[in-house]
């Protein structure tokens, strides 16, 4: 069975930093492109940082400059660093592989 287990949330102080965890089953993990989604209460899920089948990455402008999409192929492993976190980056935060979503991790940024 597919599964993507997320950790690394938690409350944090404005200007704060986390780092997110996905890690995939292996046999999808090297097979699609994959990155983070994130749902604040009340708004839409919007698209936070990926990679591409090719590798490239993308970023939300929101973020730019503060978050970091990263992998390591031997853990199996995604991950997002997030820098100088904003009370705006709030959210639950939910990594994708191909059609799998993992189960959400929530980010509180308050002080």
């Known amino acids: 069975q597919v599964q993507l287990v997320e950790s690394g949330g938690g409350l944090v102080q404005p200007g704060g930093s986390l780092r997110l965890s996905c890690t995939a089953s292996?046999?999808?993990?090297?097979?699609?492109?994959k990155g983070w989604y994130r749902q604040a209460p009340g708004k839409q899920r919007e698209l936070v940082a990926t990679?591409?089948?090719?590798?490239?990455?993308n970023y939300a402008d929101s973020i730019k400059g503060r978050f970091t999409i990263s992998r390591d192929n031997a853990k199996n492993t995604m991950y997002l660093q997030m820098n100088s976190l904003k009370p705006e980056d709030t959210a639950v935060y939910y990594c994708?592989?191909?059609?799998?979503w993992g189960q959400g991790t929530q980010v509180t940024v308050s002080s």
């Open positions: 292996e046999t999808i993990f090297s097979l699609y492109a």
């Open positions: 990679f591409t089948a090719t590798g490239s990455t």
């Open positions: 994708i592989m191909g059609l799998y």
